[in-house]
């Protein structure tokens, strides 16, 4: 089969596994990733290798620039400690103990063993995602664990660049120094630089496909000179995209957002399911590298990894959930967290494909390289497969939900909303302003439970747009209409039948 074919059987593969993630609530990382290892057993399956530093450009970099670009300054400023605490000192502490365990049980030279820990440290941001998105947890909580997927791979990449270059060179000189010293700093500056030029470019492209494209061309592009600039290319990437979020002149309009946010949607949710299959079928390459003699020896001590990074998680998450409690300094003015909220983020700590693409980026004469990079895939296995399909049964057994409180904001926001349109015609006492004030009126009745004129409307309000639809189907197939203009009203029925019932208002679910 050519690469092409192959691509083809792997995407119609993943359409099949994401129906069954689906009804039987399971993330569909983890099946796509214990797929993408029986594919890679069966005999005549091609190679397909993964190259590093594009694997991380390709499949990392837009993860976090969608994630980043619907993340709140506001949500970093309050929860600060506790991403401080999960994205850098859970990293650190994680890593310590994987370099103790590969110091002591395998005989790995210290720096060598600290790349061992920085690459199992931080949890997959596009994981993370996808069990948030199966589990109703509180607000905070799912906050808390996309911050951290967002900032977490930044400190474990800069660790393993340290302990490569502190491998390589021997020792701590003045330039691995310096390196660290500009990596964090210089990644925020060249994120923001580049938010301020795609703020003034942006304007230019609105309202076309063209804009997309600029959109991940940009992405890529600011990794790549981040990466080559030897800075953090995470914070990078996460800089420019808060930043343009949270810029007042980058505005707009309606139709461009749509567009905008259903590009990204179908593009990272491709670039995930490509990814999670092709991470598994790496199973090959790195079996077929090691010694047949010694496999046995190497995965008891990959075992030893795999306890190493879910305990170390837990114990720390616990610890921190306890001391906070104690001490408000450790938590602000956030409430404690309870215990079930710290054991559900404890247990979402599943690694992907940031873990196996750095272990693929380890020169090839680095020290035990081959258990190193079997290691890392069966930590990225193990908490994939036992973590993913153990924790959405472990949020029910905790009976750990939002209370309704999702729910609660939703309504009050939507309060807030109409409110504020009311506000803004009070003065206007022509007819047309008070029909519109009525209009929303009877919404704000249906909101605070006097719906039964609320539904009744709705319900008029659909069949006229059914009634609608099948007139403009009429006149297509009568040749009354041209398939541009047919195009243009199907498109403006669509968004008003979008606008009147609950059922227009879901989300397309992945899969």
Not at 368 to 375: E, F
Not at 380 to 390: D, K, N, P
Request: proline letters at 4%.
């Amino acid at each position: 089969m050519t690469f092409f074919e192959s691509l083809i059987a792997l995407l119609l593969v993943a359409v099949l596994l994401l129906q069954v993630s689906r009804r039987l609530r399971i993330p569909y990382p983890t099946l796509l990733a214990a797929a993408g290892v029986i594919v890679a057993m069966v005999p005549g399956t091609p190679a397909i290798a993964l190259e590093p530093h594009t694997v991380l450009a390709l499949f990392i970099a837009p993860v976090l620039v969608d994630a980043a670009f619907d993340f709140p300054l506001a949500a970093i400023r309050k929860l600060w400690r506790q991403l401080f605490a999960l994205a850098v000192l859970a990293v650190l502490l994680t890593t310590a103990v994987v370099a103790w365990i590969g110091w002591a049980f395998a005989g790995l030279p210290i720096a060598a063993a600290v790349a061992l820990g920085a690459i199992v440290a931080p949890p997959d941001a596009a994981a993370a995602t996808s069990v948030l998105q199966s589990a109703k947890l509180p607000r905070r909580t799912v906050e808390v664990l996309t911050g951290e997927s967002l900032l977490n791979d930044a400190s474990a990449l800069l660790l393993f660049g340290a302990a490569v270059a502190i491998q390589d060179h021997g020792a701590v000189d003045s330039s691995v120094g310096l390196r660290l010293g500009l990596a964090v700093p210089g990644g925020i500056l060249l994120g923001i630089a580049g938010a301020w030029l795609m703020r003034r470019i942006v304007p230019y492209t609105r309202g076309s496909l063209g804009g997309n494209l600029l959109e991940f061309a940009s992405t890529f592009a600011l990794w790549i000179i981040a990466e080559r600039l030897e800075l953090s290319a995470v914070l990078c990437v996460v800089a420019m995209a808060m930043t343009i979020a949270a810029s007042p002149e980058v505005t707009s309009d309606a139709r461009s957002r749509v567009q905008s946010f259903a590009v990204w949607s179908a593009a990272v949710f491709l670039l995930n399911i490509l990814a999670f299959l092709l991470m598994g079928m790496q199973v090959r390459q790195i079996l077929s590298q090691m010694d047949p003699r010694g496999i046995e020896e190497a995965l008891g001590f990959a075992g030893l990894v795999v306890l190493g990074v879910i305990v170390t998680r837990i114990v720390w998450v616990l610890a921190y959930n306890r001391l906070s409690a104690r001490f408000t300094g450790l938590r602000g003015d956030i409430p404690p967290a309870s215990l079930a909220q710290g054991v559900a983020v404890g247990w979402c700590g599943m690694r992907g494909l940031v873990t196996l693409a750095t272990a693929f980026a380890l020169p090839a004469d680095f020290p035990q390289r081959d258990l190193i990079v079997l290691s890392a895939f069966a930590v990225v296995l193990a908490t994939l497969v036992f973590q993913g399909l153990t924790l959405s049964p472990l949020i029910r057994l905790l009976r750990l939900n939002d209370g309704g409180a999702g729910e609660r904001e939703e309504q009050a926001a939507r309060l807030a909303l109409i409110d504020a349109a009311i506000e803004a015609i009070e003065g206007d006492d022509s007819a047309r302003a008070a029909d519109t004030r009525h209009q929303l009126r009877i919404d704000r009745g249906a909101l605070e439970g006097d719906a039964e004129d609320f539904e009744h409307r709705q319900r008029l309000k659909l069949a006229t747009v059914a009634a609608q639809r099948r007139r403009l189907d009429e006149l297509r197939e009568t040749d009354a209409i041209g398939a541009s203009d047919y195009l243009r009203l199907q498109e403006e029925i669509d968004w008003r039948e979008l606008a009147i019932g609950p059922d227009g208002r879901r989300l397309i679910e992945e899969g």
